[in-house]
């Protein structure tokens, strides 16, 4: 962790809706040009972890703070940017509307819009209704409200559900710009791949207690399995049988093994086909470890 004062700090939160525990002891911190990626399946804590971030809840137990301040608080707020795919647009509105809106509410005067309008590419978009911007379009107008105020805490709430490719890469550099000026950023998403791609970072959210909180690598390489992939004259029951193999599945010509010990398989492959080829060994990925962790949790509870 930096030493600098952090951007986000939440510690010990604990929130309960009736008898369902959504967190439960969950401390957070976010740096500053750092990035944070909360992953975790569906009723984790992500979206209640979320709302007690940006003021929309007050902890019940625990304690949350931006730049040392409540966000609940108007002053804190203004350095606060979120966007969020599930809020959508009032559709009458223009797109020079919402965020000159967005910069007044900030404390902004309304001229503060252009220069992020600019940036964003949504100058000639301005007199444009919401409802008639394409996905790409209408994440940048979201981006472009959570800017505008030049927040210290950038919060993305799964931002690029719906987005090609090109709007994907798009909306990320626009993030990574801001991040080199020192803005923090949280994000939750279901896309691993993103998740691996831009986080400092992740955070494993599970029925509301953090699971992990490291690196990506980090993340990875605490599950050890390897997958090796060839073409081989070898047969699934000779696979299997190698010294090493947790699993092997073969189809057409080409065998799929998972492994902890690659060095002794790949021996035992080559010793036995010397035919073998096109052969490649791949680690574990973020999502394989996301899956690792819950399930691991699955099973200590059953047992």
């Given at each position: 962790?930096?030493?600098?004062?952090?951007?986000l700090?939440?510690?010990g939160?604990?929130?309960?809706?009736?008898?369902?525990?959504?967190?439960?002891?969950?401390d957070?911190?976010?740096?500053p040009?750092?990035?944070?990626v909360?992953?975790?399946?569906?009723?984790?804590?992500?979206?209640?972890?979320?709302?007690?971030?940006?003021?929309?809840?007050?902890?019940?137990?625990?304690a949350?703070?931006?730049?040392?301040?409540?966000?609940?608080?108007?002053?804190?707020?203004?350095?606060?940017?979120?966007?969020?795919?599930a809020?959508?647009?009032?559709?009458?509105?223009?797109?020079?509307?919402?965020?000159?809106?967005?910069?007044?509410?900030?404390?902004?005067?309304?001229?503060?819009?252009?220069?992020i309008m600019?940036e964003?590419?949504?100058?000639?978009?301005?007199?444009?209704?919401?409802?008639a911007?394409?996905?790409?379009?209408?994440?940048?107008?979201?981006?472009a409200m959570a800017l505008?105020?030049?927040?210290?805490?950038?919060?993305?709430?799964?931002?690029t559900?719906?987005?090609?490719?090109?709007?994907?890469?798009?909306f990320w550099r626009?993030?990574?710009?801001?991040?080199?000026r020192g803005?923090?950023?949280?994000?939750?998403?279901?896309?691993?791949e993103?998740?691996?791609?831009?986080?400092?970072r992740?955070?494993v959210?599970?029925?509301?207690?953090?699971?992990?909180?490291?690196?990506?690598?980090?993340?990875?390489?605490?599950?050890?399995?390897?997958?090796?992939?060839?073409?081989?004259?070898?047969?699934?029951?000779?696979?299997?049988?190698?010294p090493?193999?947790?699993?092997?599945?073969?189809?057409h010509?080409?065998?799929?093994?998972q492994?902890?010990?690659?060095?002794?398989?790949?021996?035992?492959?080559?010793d036995?086909d010397?035919?073998?080829?096109?052969?490649?060994?791949?680690?574990?990925?973020?999502?394989?470890?996301?899956?690792?962790?819950?399930a691991?949790?699955?099973?200590?509870?059953?047992?």
């Amino acid at each position: 962790m930096g030493t600098e004062q952090a951007v986000l700090t939440a510690e010990g939160l604990r929130h309960r809706y009736g008898d369902l525990v959504a967190l439960d002891g969950v401390d957070l911190r976010v740096d500053p040009g750092e990035c944070v990626v909360l992953l975790g399946p569906n009723g984790a804590g992500k979206s209640t972890l979320v709302s007690l971030v940006i003021g929309l809840r007050a902890p019940q137990h625990g304690a949350v703070r931006v730049l040392g301040g409540d966000p609940r608080r108007t002053a804190t707020r203004r350095r606060l940017g979120v966007a969020q795919q599930a809020l959508g647009f009032p559709t009458t509105l223009t797109v020079a509307e919402l965020v000159t809106g967005a910069a007044v509410r900030g404390g902004l005067r309304s001229s503060a819009a252009k220069p992020i309008m600019a940036e964003l590419g949504l100058t000639d978009l301005g007199r444009k209704r919401v409802a008639a911007l394409s996905g790409g379009q209408k994440q940048r107008v979201q981006l472009a409200m959570a800017l505008v105020t030049d927040p210290a805490l950038l919060v993305l709430d799964e931002p690029t559900t719906g987005l090609d490719t090109q709007a994907r890469r798009d909306f990320w550099r626009l993030v990574e710009q801001r991040r080199a000026r020192g803005v923090g950023v949280l994000v939750t998403t279901h896309v691993i791949e993103e998740a691996a791609a831009v986080a400092n970072r992740v955070v494993v959210l599970d029925r509301g207690t953090v699971l992990v909180d490291a690196t990506p690598t980090e993340l990875v390489s605490r599950l050890p399995d390897r997958t090796i992939t060839a073409t081989t004259t070898l047969d699934v029951t000779a696979l299997r049988a190698l010294p090493g193999v947790l699993s092997a599945t073969r189809e057409h010509d080409v065998a799929t093994v998972q492994t902890r010990a690659p060095e002794t398989v790949l021996r035992a492959l080559l010793d036995l086909d010397p035919a073998l080829a096109r052969l490649r060994v791949r680690d574990a990925g973020l999502e394989e470890a996301v899956l690792a962790l819950t399930a691991a949790r699955d099973e200590e509870e059953a047992a």
